[in-house]
Nanobody, 118 residues
Framework: QVQLVESGGGLVQAGGSLRLSCAASGLVFSINAMNWYRQAAGKERELVAGITSGDKTNYADSVKDRFTISRDNAKNTVDLQMNSLKPEATAVYYC????????????WGQGTQVTVSS
């Protein structure tokens, strides 16, 4: 089992920045990729950014060049630096841990609210 605890959400003005953090515990050796998703009210959950154990990254087109995902394998954390925030970024942000072939499970954090005011 893997447990994920998120922090860093809050209220910010448009154009501002926030840094989200996700700490993993439990069977951390079973984690391959770490991802950030978000879900706005009444909308589908979408992938925002992802990073593999080999530090390959990918981003949604809507956040590319403004958001940066990073991980610290020694501390078992993954961060999402969000700059130049827009009101449409308002959503609940979720951390996801994607497992390995030996431990083929996905784990989700509880979510943290990000609200960007106009």
């Amino acid at each position: 089992q893997v447990q994920l605890v998120e922090s860093g959400g809050g209220l910010v003005q448009a154009g501002g920045s926030l840094r989200l953090s996700c700490a993993a515990s439990g069977l951390v050796f079973s984690i391959n990729a770490m991802n950030w998703y978000r879900q706005a009210a009444g909308k589908e959950r979408e992938l925002v950014a992802g990073i593999t154990s080999g530090d390959k990254t990918n981003y949604a087109d809507s956040v590319k060049d403004r958001f940066t995902i990073s991980r610290d394998n020694a501390k078992n954390t993954v961060d999402l630096q969000m700059n130049s925030l827009k009101p449409e970024a308002t959503a609940v942000y979720y951390c996801q841990a994607h497992g390995t072939i030996r431990f083929p499970n996905d784990y989700w954090g509880q979510g943290t609210q990000v609200t960007v005011s106009s």
